[in-house]
């Protein structure tokens, strides 16, 4: 093969003649394979260095059946989604994993008839390494269409209806037990909720955590409306929990989005927070400092979720040893609670 310059490329047998090792042993070196030795590894990748030797990608990815590409999908289908900080933040993170490596990533959305059909395409053919899989709702399809396809597959957030090989979640039921301490702390005793979407296991968690801190405290859970996880949803919901529960003291909603829209609520209905009521959120998003006032929430590390991710998808693909994977969470104070 020549270059554009006349020079030839130099090949993969004279890498391994160079490096002093095998043909086959310069190619797992290559491909990145697990049990090389450390001085093997060395040894080839000076000579590809010493010799300016250029993989043929196309040849690498015949023989290894990798295509380089892995993908997310979220079972979603409005492209406003990734306007949505959080999975904005969830991007930053997956894709701050994959420039160390020559990996790409494509991103799915996949909630209608068409999108889940263009995913089991290219599942089916092996259009991609592997796959990683957010915002499953119920008993999703998208969990059948993975499982069928057998390929790499780490679940952003766990199923709420089975337990998957790999996934990496942050601590939904912990965090907001600790939310709804924190107002029990206050001396909050008619605590509400927002939650998010109960066919969501951070919807349900969140849920759980709320009651759990409520029952252990010996009160009865106050009240509860479900949001979608926006600000238009924890709006109408704060508005439908006023109505039944005018002495309501306490708001822990289960996101930042919609807490905001609690916010709004309880400001055009005259109670002042945290003096009438405390609000707590969850999240940890930008918007939590820009509320009014601002926002008592709880922090999940949300870039970390997506880099966990990629890296726990990464482990799997390269055929080594990983687990699965929840990440804490902390309460961080402002002046709604």
Known sequence: METGTGRRQPTLDEVAARAGVSRSAASRVLNKAPHVSRATREAVEKAIKELGYLPNRTARALATRQTGIVALAISHDDPEL????????????????????????LLCLASSGRGRSRLTNLLNTRGVDGIMLMALRGDDPLTRIVRRAGLPAVYGGRPLHFEPQWYVDSDNLGGARLATEHLLGLGRTRIVTITGELGTEAGTARYRGYREAMIMAGLTPYGVAEGDFTEASGAAAMKTLLDDHPDLDAVFAGSDNMAAGALRVLSDSGRSVPADVAVVGFDDLGIAGRTDPPLTTVHQSIQALGKEMTRVLLEVIAGRETASLILPTRLVLRDSA
């Open 82 to 105: 990734f306007a949505d900080p959080f999975f904005g933040q969830v991007i930053v993170g997956v894709s701050a994993t994959l420039e160390e490596t020559d990996l790409h990533l």
